[in-house]
């Protein structure tokens, strides 16, 4: 049986050296990524728990892993479900905004200014949203509230109508006050019965005093009597800093002069404390994910809402008294009640933006500070919001996916390159200081593959504290558990590299997106929103559509639906009539109330012009679907994936510039895979760069053909790399495909070494077919390797984080957590093992490579042999040629494994607790510490001296399992005979 194969990029050692000096940009940020492609983190201070000291070493340690900069979040000391605050905090006058917090920022500007890094505020107290202790009830967010009493009519009526009960905000964040503020809007009557129309509802509001007294001489027959009112919705900002806690409130997302009062109270004060460093070291604001529930209303929203829509919406509101179904109230017929519904979820999208966030991104620009926006969840718009955000952001985390693929290709469309995500958030079910790279790394493809270019990892936790406090501060049961404190995090820089190298080509240019689509995202488009579609001045050059942003695309794609806004077929119309080409069904008729019925006169007159005529209209076209467009337009697809075994789980990104294509090919599968892509490319010489290891070659396996190019590579599990066409192809024979006998599946190309020639291997004997681009074929017999397992004695240095160095010998590898020795059963840290290997000189020849296969270990891994450093090994399988590091005679050997901390916590579980127990979540979560005792704050000798780490958050219990940790094996050298191709 046949099978085709390609490369093991990870084991891509060798490359093409290009003397720095002379590399292009593109490569040069490939391998030396300046700090602006580099991942970001959130660091969040947590309550009054922030120390210069701890300031600077968190700085100079996310300098040291290869961190651009960081978000400060001001967050409760502790942050649960319950956000209970972490009592007896040792620095209690260090509230927030008091001078210690000022000059804590300050201090934390002045470092990052002398360190290279960028950092930013988030622009609340809490990660949610926008808000504040600045807030009162009447600046907060508003919604409609109500009571309503039924009375027999045909006499003077003399009623007390009670304020409607206030609301209780039942989202996120504590305490659960209600609220006192309350303004009324309207007294409404109508008749009691089905069917009512608009006309029949009586504004009673003239005839009811201050005290609720309503005077009314009622026609004959039931009439349903309403006190319509607003009062805040008593969402807060959460998790606040502890002395904040139930005196903050999110800000009116749709008043102009609130929303200006939220901005300034939050920059004028940065500008006093902080104002030479805004626009350098400080350079962005941040509104976090959306968690503080709807908003209806708005003092001006009766105004707002006729100016938009040319009618009053007050009598339209009793269809927010739903039903027992839950439907809404009827008014006129269900098709006019829902227009309404339209044009009022309308003009609150229209008023979060012209007059909420809008507003913030004004006052940071004029403040010199970018926006970054997580715009979803929220009742907006989300390409609207993607477009309106300097660094629109995503979100995903560790234990699922979760990228809204509409951020990006709105974020396309906008012009804008960079699209960010808060990354790798944990639930404590599946975040227990057990995270490692080699767990992040699936999510951080998915990331990529969604179109996210940025990752701000979460989290960066800030400690405060002296070092022998460890782990040290936690978001309470949140993760993932990035820091300086965590036991990976020098190995670990290993994955951050890769995360900076697969950032600096994802950010390079622009990502191609071959049609523009409006509303709703299609295929493999951008995205734009209704009303930027609307406000934009959107021309036609060539036949081709032009955005403000400069995007140029070859149609527009309409949402799937008959209904659509007078102001955008108007549009279309003017569009097309240009020159566009547009795709799509007709509509029918308009959307909400505004200018109804005309305005379903209108809509439909323009449907009967441009889509009557048949395919074309004025200059430009109509067309009925994707297909059909594609073809008008000689539209090919960008990429295919010819042969795998899980296609569905190859996805591929492609970024366009002046130095080329680059297209980021991921895996997201489980199991290797031989993957061939045919790319819409040709005169150019495929590379294959790996962001792993900075690893620049040609591809060795690739053909082309009717003007595409095919590159066949192996992808292990959740692996990417990056195909990158920037130069001229050569004329000289090239492997074109590989076909294997033997249902072989565990062999590879490597790219040349040294200058020499590409190279077959296999650890088993098989025979290939090779097929170059002469059309030559070429038939190879390659030997299997010769394994040789390296056995005990090992010599190992243990390096724990907590205590002292001691080494032991192991007759044979061993799980740490098998071991006899608590030392080495509760071990978290560096374990060092030690060998020396021989080797025969005839193992060195040149058609001979040479595999250290480490087997089974737990969690990151770094090689050396004889001095020479091998690198990080971060995720399975940990195997690597040592060919150029060795030599004939003995070898020393160094496998420095570092586990988590786990093993370390349980193990302390065992010894008696000094300090109080708090929150209890259950053992799939974890408890909290209920307050810093006593010895901790008098930094005096601590009690428990079995304990030997300190936390805020404790995952485990006594008898929690322990972790594989170590090296298990077998460890293995791999003697590989290869054939030259």
Known sequence: MKKCIGVILWMVLGGQAVAQERRPDLENRFLNPPASV??????????????????????????????????????????????????????????????????????????????????????????????????????????????????????????????????????????????????????????????????????????????????????????????????????NPHPLPDDIIGKSLEVDKMSAEQNRFHWQTVIDPLKEKIGEYLGDSFKHLLIDSYEADFQNWTPAFRAEFFKRKGYDPVPWILCFDTKADKKPFILENEEQTQRFLWDFRDVVNQLFFDNGWGIG?????????????????????????????????????????????????????????????????????????????????????????????????????????????QPGMGMGWWGTHFGRHQTWADPGKAFISYLSRSQALLQYGEEVGDYLCLESLQGFGDLISKRDFIKQKITVVQGKIKLESGRVYPFLMLPNTPEMPVEVAEKIKNLVAGGATIVGAKPLRSTGLKDYPECDTQVAKIGNEVWGSGKKYGKGNVCATLEEAKRLHGIKPDYVIEKADSAQAVKVIHRTGSEGDVY??????????????????????????????????????????????????????????????????????????????????????????????????????????????????????????????????????????????????????VDFSQHSDPRVKYFAGTATYLKTIQLEANALRPDKRILLNLGVLNDIVSVKINGKDLGVLWYPPYQTDITQAVKAGGNTLEIAVTNNWANRLIGDEREPADFEWGTDRGEDKGRAMKAYPDWFIKNEVRPSQGRKTFSIWYYYRKDSPLKPAGLVGPVRLELMDTKAI
Request: hydrophobic share 40%; net charge neutral.
């Open 38 to 235: 580099k991942p970001y983190v959130w660091w969040h201070w947590m309550g009054p728990n922030f120390s210069k000291t701890g300031i600077t070493k968190d700085l100079e340690a996310m300098k040291a892993m290869g961190i651009g900069g960081a978000t400060i979040f001001n967050l409760a000391s502790a942050v649960q479900e319950t956000h209970a605050p972490t009592l007896n905090n040792p620095w209690p006058e260090q509230t927030y905004r008091s001078p210690a917090y000022w000059e804590a920022i300050r201090h934390a500007a002045a470092e990052a200014k002398r360190l290279g890094l960028e950092i930013g505020l988030h622009n609340t107290a809490g990660y949610s949203t926008t808000g504040g202790p600045w807030v009162t009830e009447e600046r907060a967010m508003q919604k409609l509230v109500w009571s309503k009493k039924t009375e027999e009519g045909g006499k003077i009526l003399l009623l007390n109508l009670p304020k409607p009960e206030l609301p209780i905000f039942q989202g996120w964040g504590s305490p659960k006050n209600r609220a006192t503020f309350y303004k009324d809007v309207a007294v409404l009557a109508v008749p009691v019965g089905t069917g009512i129309r608009v006309n029949q509802v009586i504004d009673l509001s003239s005839k009811m005093d201050a005290n609720g007294l309503l005077r009314w001489e009622a026609p004959a027959g039931q009439w349903l009597i309403y006190r319509i009112g607003h009062a805040p919705t008593m969402a």
């Open 361 to 469: 991104k004004k006052g940071a620009q004029e403040s010199k500070l970018a926006l970054q926006f997580e715009p979803y969840e929220g009742p907006f718009d989300i390409a609207e919001g993607s477009a309106l955000a300097d660094l629109p952001m995503g979100e995903f985390w560790t234990h699922r996916g979760g990228i809204d693929e509409r951020i990006a290709a709105a974020a396309r469309a906008a012009g804008r390159t960079v699209v960010g995500a808060e990354a790798f958030t944990g639930r404590p079910e599946v975040s227990q200081y057990t995270e490692d790279p080699a767990f992040l790394k699936p999510t951080a493809n998915e990331g990529f593959a969604a179109g996210v270019n940025r990752l701000i990892l979460h989290h960066w936790v800030h400690q405060p504290f002296d070092d022998k406090y």
């Open 664 to 813: 980021f090919v991921t895996n997201l599968s489980k199991r290797a895979q031989q993957i061939t892509v045919s790319f819409r490319i040709s005169g150019k010489q495929p590379e294959l760069w790996q962001a792993e290891n900075g690893n620049i070659a040609n591809a060795p396996v690739w053909n082309e053909k009717d003007g595409r190019t095919s590159v066949q590579i192996r992808l292990g599990d959740y692996q990417s790399a990056f195909i990158v066409f920037r130069k001229p192809s050569s004329k000289t024979d090239h492997v074109t495909f590989i076909n294997v006998e033997n249902n072989v599946e565990d062999w590879t190309v490597l790219p040349q070494r040294e200058g020499g020639p590409n190279v077959l291997f296999s650890k088993t004997p098989l025979k290939a077919s090779l097929g170059y681009a002469s059309g030559k074929t070429r038939d190879v017999k390659v030997s299997g390797a010769t394994e040789k397992q390296l056995t005990g004695p090992w010599e190992v240095q243990m390096k724990p984080k907590l205590e002292a160095p001691f080494t032991l010998t192991l007759a044979d590898l």
